[in-house]
């Protein structure tokens, strides 16, 4: 089996990353390629990609912010990212559908978690939708209830976990 390899996004994975985003989430709630492209240039340190014999399979990336929970404007544009704040958001845990469920995704998320601490933030922030809270209560995710959040027209829940 092939092992996943982890790395810091580039400039070049943007074409690829919008695909995965297209096929991990309707059109009303992901994020487009602009944002994406903002994302890359302004904070690549903490946007993740995931590549299996080179290709990319999966992705994680964030924003910083010292709000305790995410705010949707957060998904159209990084003017609310504060380098040195005390939280980080995630906007998306992805992984191409063709690989659910073999484990990548706790990959993604238990580096991601590990990158955060050592950059000394206090907690990490995300909303999800119902079916996956357990999900991330395994990692440890405490879940705070229905989020204020109204991206794509879904039903959200905060969930914050304290590093
Ligand atoms: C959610 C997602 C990232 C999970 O990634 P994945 O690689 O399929 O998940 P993993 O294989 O790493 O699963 C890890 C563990 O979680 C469990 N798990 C997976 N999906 C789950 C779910 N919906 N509810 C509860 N547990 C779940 C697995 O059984 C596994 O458990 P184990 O460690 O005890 O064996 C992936 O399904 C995805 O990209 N979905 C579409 C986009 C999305 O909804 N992203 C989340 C945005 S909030």
Known sequence: MSKL??????????????????LCFPAAEAD???????????????????????????????GITNDNNLKDNFFK???????????????????????????YGKELMNHFIEYARKSGRKKVLLTCKKHLIKYYEKF????????????????WYDMYLVL
């Open 5 to 22: 390899n982890i790395r810091n996004v580039l400039p070049r994975d943007l074409d690829h990353i919008s695909q995965i985003e297209c």
């Open 32 to 62: 487009s390629k602009k944002v994406f492209k903002e994302r890359i240039a302004i904070f690549s340190e903490g946007f993740f990609i995931a590549e299996l014999d080179g290709e990319i399979i999966g992705l994680i990336n964030s």
């Open 77 to 103: 544009t990084m003017d609310l990212h504060i380098p040195g704040a005390n939280n980080i958001v995630i906007f998306g845990l992805d992984v191409h559908p063709n690989y659910h469920g073999s484990g």
């Open 140 to 155: 440890g995710y405490v879940n705070e209830g229905l989020s204020n959040s109204t991206h794509g027209g879904a039903t």
